[in-house]
C-alpha cells in the first residue's frame, strides 16, 4: 500500500484478493484437497483480517465523522460480518474435517458477500475517501501495516 493510495482502491484489491483465494478452494477441492485447504487458510485469514481491519479502524472514523453508529451502514455490516464469519467457521470445519462437501455453506457465503462487499464499496469506501483528510488516510494505512505485523494465519491444524 501507497501513502497516495485510496481506502477505496486498497480494500477493493483486497476483496479481489479474497475473492480470487476463495475460487481457487472450490477449484479444488476435488482434485487437491492439500492446496485447497492451503487456498482456504488463506482465505479464511485474509476474510477475518479484512474484517477486524473494517470494524477496528474503519467503523469507528467512519462513525465519528458521520455521528451514524447504531442506525447506520456500519452497523449493518456489523451484522453481516456476524454472518459471515458464522458461515466461515462453518466451512472451517468441514475443511479441517477433511470433508469437501462445503457446497451449501460456500453458497450461503458468497450470497451475503456478494451484498456485502456492494455495500463496502458502493458506501463506506468511497465516504472514507471523501471525509479523510491525507493525514488520517496515512493514520489508517499505519494502522493496517501494523496489524499485518501483529497477525499470523493460524487455521486448519495448519498452524
Known amino acids: ?5 485510496k481506502i477505496s482502491t486498497f ?3 483486497d476483496h479481489s484478493r479474497l475473492d480470487s483465494l476463495f475460487k481457487q478452494f472450490q477449484a479444488n477441492k476435488s482434485s487437491d484437497f492439500a492446496l485447497a485447504k492451503n487456498c482456504f487458510k488463506e482465505f479464511m485469514f485474509g476474510l477475518k483480517r479484512h474484517i477486524v481491519w473494517e470494524e477496528e479502524i474503519l467503523f469507528p472514523i467512519f462513525e465519528e465523522k458521520t455521528s451514524m453508529k447504531d442506525s447506520g451502514p456500519t452497523a449493518v455490516m456489523r451484522f453481516e460480518h456476524d454472518l459471515i464469519k458464522r458461515e466461515l467457521d462453518g466451512i472451517h470445519k468441514k475443511v479441517k474435517a477433511g470433508h ?3 457446497e451449501n455453506e460456500e453458497a450461503s457465503l458468497l450470497e451475503i458477500l456478494v ?3 456492494c455495500k463496502e ?5 468511497p465516504a472514507m475517501d ?3 483528510t491525507p493525514p488520517e488516510v496515512n493514520m489508517v494505512f499505519e494502522k493496517i501495516e501494523k496489524n499485518l505485523a501483529e497477525q499470523q494465519p493460524a487455521c486448519c491444524d495448519l498452524h
Do not use: A, D, S, V
Open 100 to 102: 469437501i462437501n462445503t
Open 121 to 125: 464499496e458502493g458506501i463506506l469506501y
Open 115 to 117: 451484498q456485502h462487499n
Open 1 to 5: 500500500m501507497t501513502q497516495t493510495e
Open 11 to 13: 480494500f477493493e484489491k
Open 130 to 132: 471523501q471525509l479523510l
